[in-house]
């Protein structure tokens, strides 16, 4: 690498990560070396000797000895061979994220290690212990002549230890190599907003790239960042990662990834809200990220206009559009709340599709309960206000009145003390003849009977006409009078994709075949995850838009990409998938499901879903916040404090006759 290229290199480096990979690297090699040991292999004298020696010299006599000489010797070679790592990085005289250099660095530091540290070590203190130590563990033999004869042999026990060093130093390099490709250091070029884990990859990319004749990219833009747009995602920057020759791009509304089954838990304050989102750019690592709207998607072009807010979130000065070319179009757009026509529910009632969601309505639940708890006099008002509509019996609703009436009772318990739990009416609406259809009658009787039993009122064959601001009207002619109503009556594909020239289904979603590519495109448009129509072929019915299959669905849609790229259409997989099983949540430790054919309900089911969904949370530390958010919920109170949020405002009032209002005594 000359000087001039070395300058223009941007790394995204952390010493105690790439340190951490050499001292996980350095354990796996004095394991290693301690194999023989296990095997009681001699090579000149006894391993375990040796150890001892080590652990007498620094004053353990104990049977611990031996433990103490492999924890010193071990420590010692972590130690040089983070000190060499360090001095190699900043010289730049080798950088590990190429095996090559990997395996150069191991030797170098095995060797470094042999030479200034054990041979001295071994010469000056350690053979005279040994020698005691031998004469100890393996008394002195005599031949025919009454002479004693050696217990080892000097020169083979140097080459045998020169050996083992350098088997030390090839598992230290290879191994620190391997972790700092996979998890260390990116090689970033500016220019595109890319990264390498490889720094010959990236030299690679600045002089095909943007050298002085730059080579055609293949463009890859996925749209949608939410299960299936990732899946589709990492699965893609796996295959291509040293290809140069591939452009990757994901377009999303939102910066970061939302993990939408834990929403009803953001709503009842049981999990922070930072838990379950993770920035978007923690995956972007290959592939360039725009945080923008979708504006319109032209398949004959191969071109997608994307817009963004120029100013303030809530009150943008101008939006700015930009036009983005592709080769290969992946559409993940998910869903959307569908009000079936109904307008004025559409203003009026809370949802629970995104962050922003569970935030408003947590906090409208906790501005309800704050004047209920003021209002004496009036009780009409009281029981409206305390008055909760749910319409929906399917996953999501069931789900939500289910945190709803837990998060409720508990604070009124806890913090509202002029209110009782007879006094909150919480109603879920369904319009089918029992809740929730994705699983068997049995269990879904079971779940009708532990929410009623918890207080929630459920209205079956039921269905909302008519939505005000301060009552819903239901198809029986009862009028519920309620400021709160939440709708979870089902979702709709993005508007957007209506106007595609492409096969739709008749709730508007895009018609895939079992490949998941778009028909008539050529397999170059791919649609995925809510917003697509895939049939299964065991069934004849459409898959169900869940996170199980819409990751599923980012795995098969990636290989098929890649060898439609690659030219390798027989090793396209068509998507056959069975569910492994649906789970859902129904208060508090108590659920259902169906688990690989099994029917689980009850403390059991709750427990299921819970280990499920955290192990499919996308990162280490967010599986971490999250247990310790549950941790914490069992051993202290809800949460009552109200976020505001930039949209909600405290109306101003300068003086009581200003506004119109019915004063009572408290």
């Known amino acids: 690498m000359n000087k001039r290229k070395a300058t223009e290199i941007r790394v995204d480096f952390s010493l105690k990560r790439e340190v951490f990979f050499v001292v996980i690297g350095a354990i796996l090699g004095a394991v290693t070396m301690l194999i023989p040991t296990a095997f009681e292999v001699r090579m000149g004298i006894p391993y375990y000797g040796t150890w001892v020696a080590f652990g007498h010299v620094v004053g353990v006599y104990s049977s611990a000895a031996a433990f103490a000489g492999v924890a010193i010797h071990t420590i010692t070679a972590i130690s040089i061979g983070v000190v060499i790592g360090i001095f190699l990085y900043k010289t730049g005289i080798l950088i590990i994220s190429k095996i090559s250099n990997g395996l150069l660095y191991g030797l170098f530091a095995g060797s470094v290690i042999l030479i200034v540290f054990f041979i001295p070590v071994y010469l000056f203190i350690l053979l005279p212990e040994i020698n005691r130590t031998l004469a100890t563990m393996m008394p002195p033999t005599y031949d025919e002549y009454g002479t004693t004869s050696s217990q080892y042999s000097f020169p083979l026990v140097i080459v045998s230890y ?273 809740i929730l259809p994705e699983v068997t009658e049995e269990l879904a009787e079971f779940a009708l009977q532990k929410i009623r039993n918890n207080g929630v009122e459920v209205l079956l064959n039921t269905r909302v006409i008519d939505v005000t601001s301060s009552s819903v009207k239901l198809d029986n002619g009862t009028d519920i009078s309620t400021q709160t109503i939440i709708w979870a009556g089902g979702g709709k594909p993005p508007s957007i994709l209506s106007s595609l020239s492409c096969e739709h289904d008749k709730s508007g979603r895009i018609v895939t075949n079992n490949f998941l590519e778009v028909l008539g495109y050529n397999n170059t448009i791919m649609a995925l995850g809510d917003c697509a129509c895939i049939t299964d072929p065991n069934t004849g019915k459409p898959y169900p838009p869940t996170a199980q299959h819409a990751i599923r669905q980012g795995k098969v849609a990636a290989v098929n990409l890649i060898s439609t790229i690659k030219d390798q259409e027989n090793h396209k997989k068509e998507f056959d998938y069975k569910t492994k099983g649906v789970m859902t949540l129904i208060g508090r430790r108590n659920g259902v499901g169906i688990l690989l054919g099994y029917k689980v309900h009850g403390f059991m089911a709750w427990w299921l879903w819970r280990s499920y969904y955290l192990l499919n949370l996308p990162t280490v530390e967010k599986k971490l916040r999250v247990m310790v958010d549950w941790f914490v919920d069992l051993f202290f109170k809800r949460d009552v404090t109200r976020l505001k949020t930039p949209t909600e405002e405290k109306p101003l009032r300068s003086k009581a006759s200003d506004l119109s209002s019915t004063s009572s005594k408290i």
């Open 162 to 434: 020169v050996i083992m060093h350098l088997v030390f130093g090839t598992i230290v390099g290879l191994t620190s190599s391997i972790l700092s490709i996979k998890f260390g250091s990116r090689y970033r070029c500016s220019k595109c907003d890319i990264s390498f884990s490889r720094i010959d990859s990236y030299q690679k990319h600045l002089e095909l790239v943007h050298g002085e004749e730059p080579i055609k990219l293949t463009r890859i833009l996925i749209l949608g960042g939410g299960f299936a747009g990732i899946e589709v995602l990492r699965q893609l920057q796996k295959a291509f990662q040293n290809d140069i020759g591939i452009d990757i791009t994901l377009v999303s509304r939102d910066n970061f990834f939302l993990f939408t089954p834990m929403l009803p838990e953001i709503s009842s304050g049981m999990i922070e809200t930072r838990h379950i989102v993770t920035p978007l750019r923690v995956f972007c690592n290959r592939a360039k990220f725009y945080e923008a709207d979708v504006e319109s998607i032209d398949m004959g072009t191969k071109q997608v206009i994307i817009s963004h807010r120029i100013g303030k979130q809530t009150n943008p000065i101008e939006w700015r559009s930009h036009i983005l070319k592709y080769d290969y179009l992946v559409i993940a757009l998910g869903s959307e709340t569908n009000f079936y026509g109904m307008n004025e529910a559409a203003k009026q009632a809370f949802t629970l599709k995104s962050l922003g969601d569970a935030i408003v309505l947590r906090n409208h639940v906790i501005n309800m309960l704050e004047q209920a708890d003021i209002e004496h006099q009036d009780i009409d008002l009281r029981k409206r206000l305390l008055t909760f509509v749910v319409v929906g019996g399917g996953f999501s609703g069931v789900e939500i009145v289910g945190e709803l009436n837990d998060f409720i009772h508990d604070s009124i318990k806890h913090f509202y003390h002029n209110l009782q739990k007879t006094h909150t009416r919480i109603v879920l609406v369904n319009s089918g003849k029992r």
